[in-house]
């Protein structure tokens, strides 16, 4: 007879107005999870809603002792709830998820079986994505391409925050110590064993995505910016080459100078030349000066220490394990 006791699995969830969700996600991870015969704990996470989310999860919790929800003081976005999820985490293995449902729960055996045959970390890839625009599928494989070759991580298209992670990878990501956390990347800079599944992308059950083109934005700067330096180096190149250019271009004025002078011509000035040469420079340093800033910004974030998210409230049978307190 084994008397060894089953692994606990920590389902993080974060969840920001999912009102219409949170029923059917409870009664299909519910049922993923008895049929299994895991023992298991659901952390879900109010990202600052302003419906019901909170109550609901409160009746959840009183309904199961397994459900475990935290509340957060305001909206930290979506990589912030889930880093909240993930320090509340009391798992030996931990799996993250959205609440709209377009992970499907269906999956997480498939997930822990990866697990039991020795991987560290269990990735998930997105096979197709029915909600999603051809031209924003296109910009995302152009992006983790673009992240992919620029910090030497293996990312492709299709990445999301949906994975599996052992105990020991988890407080490995959970031990950086950095404000602006991109979750998809630094799960693959952490290293340990790694696989991943691909999976078709469930169309939403209910409600509004809510990540609109500024989160996108934000989230894509944060994801570069957080892994390469390149876009700084791009400037000094660009600014070799014009340097290069210009003192080319003074031995050339010159040269002509001198030979107009000899044979009696007089030199016409080169305005436009002037004007657009002075337009394009102009228009370069101030792009440069943007990407320093980027880079300056996130350094003044790291320097202010704030935390990445602040508790309200938390159901009992939580507890931070990075600080053993309330706040990040």
């Known amino acids: 007879m084994n008397d060894t006791p089953s692994p606990l699995l920590s389902v993080v969830i974060p969840l920001y107005n999912e009102e219409d969700n949170v029923a059917e996600l409870y009664r299909r991870l519910h049922a993923v999870l008895t049929r299994m015969g895991q023992a298991y704990e659901l952390v879900l996470v109010d990202n600052g809603s302003i419906d019901h989310t909170l109550p609901m999860l409160k009746d959840l919790h009183r309904q199961d002792p397994c459900v475990r929800y935290l509340s957060l003081s305001r909206n930290y976005g979506h990589q912030g709830g889930l880093v909240a999820g993930l320090h509340h985490a009391s798992g030996d293995i931990v799996i993250s998820m959205d609440g709209d ?3 499907p729960p269906e999956l997480i055996p498939e ?24 031209i924003r599928h296109r910009i995302n494989r152009l992006f983790y391409g673009l992240v992919s070759r620029l910090s030497g991580l293996d990312l492709t298209g ?11 990878a988890l407080d490995a990501l959970n031990s950086l110590p950095e404000y602006g956390k991109f979750l998809r990347g630094l ?45 700084l180096r791009v400037f000094t190149i660009i600014g070799s080459i014009i340097a290069v250019l210009s003192l080319l271009q003074v031995i050339y004025a010159l040269v002509r100078t001198f030979y107009f002078m000899i044979i009696g011509t007089p030199v016409v000035a080169g305005y436009p030349t002037l004007v657009t040469g002075i337009f394009l420079l102009g228009g370069i340093q101030l792009i440069g000066i943007g990407l320093l800033g980027e ?15 602040i508790v309200r409230e938390r159901s009992a049978g939580l507890t931070n394990r990075e600080t053993g307190g309330d706040n990040a």
């Not at 299709?158 to 020991?168: E, K, T």
């Open 295 to 309: 880079y300056l910004g996130r350094v003044l974030d790291e320097v202010k220490q704030r935390p990445l998210y």
């Open 101 to 103: 449902l377009q992970h």
């Open 187 to 231: 799960s693959h800079w952490i290293g340990f064993r790694q696989t991943g599944v691909v999976f078709d992308v469930d169309a939403r059950f209910a409600g509004q995505s809510k990540f609109r083109f500024r989160e996108l934005y934000r989230f894509a700067l944060n994801g570069l910016f957080s892994f390469s330096v390149f876009p």
């Open 158 to 168: 299709g990445q999301s925050d949906f994975r599996l992670m052992n105990r020991r």
């Open 111 to 134: 997930l822990v079986a990866k697990w039991r045959q020795g991987f560290d970390v269990v990735f998930t890839l997105k096979r197709e994505d029915p909600s999603q625009s051809p």
